[in-house]
Nanobody, 130 residues
Framework: VQLQASGGGSVQAGDSLRLSCAVSGTIYSSNVLAWFRQAPGEEREFVAAVHWRSAWTYYTDSVKDRFTISRDSAKNTVFLRMNSLKPEDAAVYYC????????????????????????WGRGTLVTVSS
């Protein structure tokens, strides 16, 4: 499985961007796809996740009502629509896949832990100027 993130760029505060994560290989119905981000000097932090079969979603508080995660199962792609971008959103954004082999019902705090993810893509850089 390989994940390829794209769509980053340099924008002004208040602008929007849509990130894409194309997945090569099989995505199973139980899998969870997520976006994380990492700013310089900071730890990688959870942004949003989506359950592949049910489209259940979960967001970190700082992006609720501004970001939307979605998936296109026909294209094996996950998106992150980011509206009303702020300078503090600037980071390298990574997509990740959690196999969830036990087919557990997705749980927000659990899927926000980066340690559970089995596959990671290379990041895409988002810069936001004020």
């Amino acid at each position: 499985v390989q994940l390829q993130a794209s769509g980053g760029g340099s924008v002004q505060a208040g602008d929007s961007l849509r990130l894409s994560c194309a997945v090569s290989g099989t995505i199973y119905s139980s899998n969870v796809l997520a976006w994380f981000r990492q700013a310089p000097g900071e730890e990688r932090e959870f942004v949003a996740a989506v359950h592949w079969r049910s489209a259940w979603t979960y967001y970190t508080d700082s992006v609720k009502d501004r970001f939307t995660i979605s998936r296109d199962s026909a294209k094996n792609t996950v998106f992150l629509r980011m509206n009303s971008l702020k300078p503090e959103d600037a980071a390298v954004y990574y997509c990740a896949l959690y196999r969830n082999n036990a087919n557990d019902k997705p749980n927000g705090p659990f899927v926000s832990r980066r340690q559970i993810y089995d596959y990671w893509g290379r990041g895409t850089l988002v810069t936001v100027s004020s």
